[in-house]
């Protein structure tokens, strides 16, 4: 089965800053690589996923991410973040033919003025 | 366009009673899936279902029973609450395909006292 660490449990940071929330994954032959984002009191909303090809993804928002295939990581960049980017981040690896999840335990981004 | 969406919002179950939770998808989604949300542990899966009149189990399905009779719900059920499925319950639902996006509903917050 595939697993997903995401090391920090919680980022503060301050409005206008960049920010990294990092995600690892176990190893497979195939990896199918996602971040969601759960506004409070929301459901989750899909930021960007890997498919293959260029490691570098553009997602919603401002928000990109980067596949390392050697170091199993598929970290979360914001070049600068607003207050509204206040939220919980999920990492998540497809981990069957039938597009179940597996997620990290979730960051929680909290920006500050 | 609702997406998905997932009823009751809330509940309040004594220990021993049983409830259906139920979800319905408008966009002609073949696979469903039910997870829960527990502080600090992420989103785990409980049951999916690939296909109308499918269902298999997840990471977590101890204690939940699910049906699909019609390809637009998935309903999951709890036959006798205990304080332990104390859980915020989401339900999802995709294309059939590898690497494809997961919609969401907005959750369901269960507390069995």
């Known amino acids: 089965a595939q697993s997903v660490t995401q090391l920090d449990s919680q980022v503060p940071v301050f409005e206008e800053a960049p920010v990294e929330l990092r995600c690892n994954y176990s190893s497979s032959v195939s990896v199918y690589l996602f971040w969601y984002v759960q506004y409070p009191n929301q459901g989750l909303q899909l930021l960007l996923k890997?498919?293959?090809?260029?490691?570098l993804v553009k997602g919603i928002n401002g928000f990109e991410a980067e596949f390392n295939k050697s170091q199993t990581s598929f970290h979360l960049r914001k070049p600068s973040v607003h207050i509204s980017d206040t939220a919980e981040y999920f990492c998540a690896v497809e981990d069957s033919g039938y597009s179940t999840l597996t997620f990290g335990k979730g960051t929680m981004l909290l920006v500050s003025p | 366009n609702a997406g998905v969406t997932q009823t009751p919002k809330f509940r309040v179950l004594k220990t021993g009673q049983s409830m259906t939770l139920l979800c319905a998808q408008d966009m002609n989604h073949e696979y469903m899936y039910w997870y829960r949300q527990d502080p600090g542990m992420g989103l785990r899966l409980i049951h999916y279902s690939v296909g109308e009149g499918t269902t298999a189990k997840g990471e977590v399905p101890d204690g939940y029973n699910v049906s699909r009779l019609k390809k637009q719900n998935f309903l999951l059920g709890l036959e006798s609450a205990a304080p332990s499925q104390t859980s915020v319950y989401f339900c999802?639902?995709?294309?059939?395909?590898?690497?494809?996006?997961?919609?969401f509903g907005q959750g369901t917050r269960l507390t069995v006292v």
């Open positions: 999802a639902s995709s294309y059939p395909g590898l690497n494809t996006e997961a919609f």
């Open positions: 890997y498919l293959s090809g260029s490691t």
